[in-house]
């Protein structure tokens, strides 16, 4: 018998308690990045398979979950499809990342809601010029491999 998907509520909940203890490089909640990508991926017409996927997208890469909780999970196969896209690998280059994010069908609108958050200029002016140059570069290197405007 298959379990009962988690409803929106659920996964937004699974999320906040998995990065409780994590901050963003401001020092805000983490929680706070996940909650502004899930609303802008509603805001850009995504479903609810990417807007539960854009609560989770940094669930493994952060080890806040791990892949065998996300096997497991009762999530539908395209939102564990895009999440297992959206984690990044430790080496891994950006262009292979991208290729992986291009090919799996629904994670660039949520890659897309991602970048439009961490590169907020609000949200970066309260990092010291070096991170803010460094990160700045990094989101539109990632933009232009994925064919998003810069």
Do not use: C, F
């Not at 909940?13 to 706070?32: C, F, I, N, S, V």
């Not at 995504?46 to 989770?56: C, F, S, V, Y």
């Not at 961490?118 to 700045?136: I, K, Y």
């Amino acid at each position: 018998m298959t379990p009962t998907p988690l409803s929106l509520a659920d996964v937004e909940r699974l999320a906040r308690a998995a990065h409780a203890a994590q901050t963003d490089k401001a020092g805000r909640p983490y929680a706070e990045h996940l909650a502004a990508v899930a609303d802008g991926v509603r805001a850009r017409g995504g479903d609810p398979d990417q807007i539960a996927a854009a609560w989770l997208h940094d669930a493994v890469e952060d080890h806040a979950l791990t892949e065998e909780w996300l096997d497991t999970a009762a999530l539908s196969p395209r939102t564990k499809a895009v999440v297992r896209a959206l984690t990044k690998h430790p080496g891994e280059p950006l262009e292979s990342y991208a290729r992986r994010v291009l090919a799996t069908p629904g994670a660039l609108l949520v890659k897309e809601a991602d970048l439009a958050h961490n590169a907020d200029p609000g949200r970066l002016a309260v990092l010291d010029e070096a991170t803010r140059s460094r990160l700045a570069e990094k989101y539109a290197r990632m933009r232009a491999l994925l064919g998003l405007p810069v």
